[in-house]
């Protein structure tokens, strides 16, 4: 099963990165592309914080915290390794979705987000995001349901 969670990381690394490369090249910064009126549009934004922008140009708190981030969960994939498929999987999308945004952190110095989401006007439904965002939340979700579904 540890090939499997490999898998993940490594393709979601890749996606990740791919589509926000093609972010940078082909969606002008700001600019909105709807896909689904009301709900769905593609813009890129450069984000130099964390959700929302908050705490904007503190580049040296996120990659320490990212570097912390990244140490305690591959301790608890490699310790967890063999208890349980759907905590590594969980653990695998995380390590995924943290890595991707990482990168941008470290070589272009911020996070590029390009999908925008905008359910029914909600507040906390509106955001923009990216493919390794999606990928920590999957995880996120996946480490809930283990947690919840399991006796130990």
């Not at 969960?73 to 695998?92: D, E, G, M, P, V």
């Amino acid at each position: 099963m540890a090939w499997i969670s490999l898998l993940i990381i490594i393709l979601g690394v890749g996606l990740d990165q791919i589509i926000k490369q093609w972010a940078i090249i082909a969606l002008p910064a700001g600019k909105e592309s709807v896909i689904v009126p009301n709900f769905l549009a593609l813009t890129r934004l450069n984000n130099h914080g964390a959700a929302y922008n908050i705490l904007s140009g503190q580049r040296g708190i996120f990659l320490v915290i990212t570097v912390i981030a990244l140490a305690i969960l591959i301790y608890l994939f490699f310790k967890f390794k063999n208890r349980s498929h759907w905590l590594t999987i969980s653990i695998a999308f995380l390590l995924a979705g943290t890595i991707g945004n990482a990168c941008d952190r470290l070589f272009r110095g911020y996070v590029v987000d390009m999908i925008y989401l905008n359910v029914f006007n909600l507040p906390f439904l509106n955001f923009v995001c990216n493919i390794a965002d999606i990928l920590i939340t999957i995880g996120v979700i996946l480490l809930l349901i283990y947690v919840f579904k399991t006796d130990e």
